[in-house]
């Protein structure tokens, strides 16, 4: 089950702790992965360890013209494109009173404009084979809301709209376009949590833990699959329970 | 029959599939070959490629036949 033998895929942002389990999740399955992300040495060094069939292409993708530049270079390296993942995402956080606009036009640049200019590329080249998965993660903060995380919150929201959107327009073409939602993820940065703050968080969520980024990694794995054919322009919600909408 | 119009002609016959004999001129992409919105746009993004043209929305929104595409690139190259 789950055989992406022969297929292509690129995944952003796969320098961080969800974005390498994908990769390393499609790349396990047989996948051709392109791996893109800021941090280059940490890039080349993923590339180095999958070994075969992965391709590293570094890309701020703040910038407009490095992002179309990507996707053509990754079309290009990869012989074609079945497979994107909207992995890449920043959070600029603070409370909506004192947020500086620059910190709202970056978070929404990177986790949306730069998620659509992406899929836009990759669209054309999955309609001419009649085949293609995106799949862009988004978070439940899109859904549910969270003091300090107006931008990163409507940058989510605003990807989950995009993506029924295109859903809607390409499903005849075999494409579909699916959003993975993690909850609380263990990461360096819930890490840096003390023993009560972890209490509260965990307190709300019914598995009593919070989830790894494997847990996401498979999400995306089915996603991509043949499998999931028939599932296009849904939320997959991975959060332990912690919100169930 | 022009150069050009060939060119179109073998685009619409690969992109719809349909038999060559229907795709006369005055053909429409829509009501006669049985394409749909998309296949449109995915028609012109084709015509754009090997004309080495650009076909802006205004005018590619006016592109209903076979005719009406080969005038256009026509005019245009």
């Known amino acids: ?245 | 029959m022009s150069d050009i119009a060939e060119r179109v002609k073998k685009i619409v016959i690969e992109h719809l599939g349909v038999e060559e004999d229907k795709v006369t001129e005055n053909a429409s992409f829509i009501e006669d070959l049985g394409a749909d919105s998309l296949d449109t746009v995915e028609l012109v993004m084709a015509f754009e490629e090997e004309f080495g043209c650009e076909i802006p929305d205004d005018a590619a929104e006016k592109i209903q036949t076979v005719k009406d595409a080969i005038d256009f690139i026509s005019k245009a190259s």
Not at chain 1, 62 to 73: E, F, I, N, P
Not at chain 1, 198 to 208: A, F, Q
Request: with cysteine.
């Open chain 1, 1 to 245: 089950m789950f055989d992406l033998t022969g297929r292509k895929a690129l995944v952003t942002g796969a320098t961080g702790g969800i974005g390498e389990a994908i990769a390393r999740a499609l790349h396990g399955a047989g996948a051709t992965v392109v791996i893109s992300g800021t941090r280059t040495e940490k890039l080349d060094a993923l590339a180095g360890d999958l070994g075969e069939r992965a391709i590293a292409a570094p890309c701020d993708l703040s910038d407009r013209a490095a992002v179309k530049a990507l996707a053509k270079t990754a079309v290009e390296q990869a012989g074609g494109m079945d497979i994107l993942v909207n992995n890449a995402g920043l959070t600029r956080d603070g409370l909506a009173m004192r947020m500086k606009e620059e910190d709202w036009d970056k978070v929404l640049e990177v986790n949306l404009t730069a998620g659509f200019l992406l899929s836009q590329a990759m669209l054309r080249t999955m309609m001419k084979q009649r085949h293609g998965r995106i799949i862009s993660i988004t978070s439940i903060v899109g859904a549910a809301g969270n003091p300090g995380q107006a931008n990163y919150a409507a940058s989510k929201a605003g990807v989950t709209g995009m993506s029924k959107s295109l859903a809607q327009e390409v499903a005849t073409r075999g494409i579909t376009v699916n959003c993975v939602a993690p909850g609380f993820i263990a990461t360096a940065m819930t890490d840096a949590l003390d023993d009560r703050q972890r209490e509260t968080l965990l307190s709300g969520i019914p598995m009593g833990r919070m989830g790894s980024p494997d847990d996401i990694a498979a999400a995306v794995l089915y996603l991509a699959s043949d499998e999931a054919g028939y599932v296009t322009g849904q939320t997959l919600h991975v959060n332990g329970g912690m919100a169930m909408i």
